[in-house]
């Protein structure tokens, strides 16, 4: 069974920084393209940053210049370097190919306020 556990999450003021880390079971990072999506409250969930196999990525505009995403050489973990947040980047945060193949884990809860 396919797993992918995110972490990392947790209460900052803004401004702050938080590192988020999904590992997933296998090699699956290397079959498929990855994204990180969250979703706030009362919100859609949305995509908020996406990495190819070739390492291409795509972030949502309103995170650009603020958070980077990433793997490790192993390709088993990828990471959602977040700086500079805002109450706004506020949500649950998951991880999933991009295509939304496999189950969605718990999540990672980011509250960002003063």
């Known amino acids: 069974q396919v797993q992918l556990v995110e972490s990392g999450g947790g209460l900052v003021q803004p401004g702050g920084s938080l590192r988020l880390s999904c590992v997933a079971s296998?090699?699956?990072?290397?079959?498929?393209?990855m994204g990180w999506f969250r979703q706030a409250p009362g919100k859609q969930r949305e995509l908020v940053a996406r990495?190819?196999?070739?390492?291409?990525?795509n972030y949502l505009e309103s995170v650009k210049g603020r958070f980077t995403i990433s793997r490790d050489n192993a390709e088993k973990t990828m990471y959602l370097q977040m700086n500079s947040l805002k109450s706004e980047d506020t949500a649950v945060y998951y991880c999933?190919?991009?295509?939304?193949?496999?189950?969605w884990g718990k999540g990672t809860l980011v509250t960002v306020s003063s």
């Open positions: 999933n190919a991009d295509d939304l193949r496999y189950q």
């Open positions: 990495i190819s196999r070739g390492g291409f990525t």
């Open positions: 296998g090699n699956i990072l290397r079959i498929n393209a």
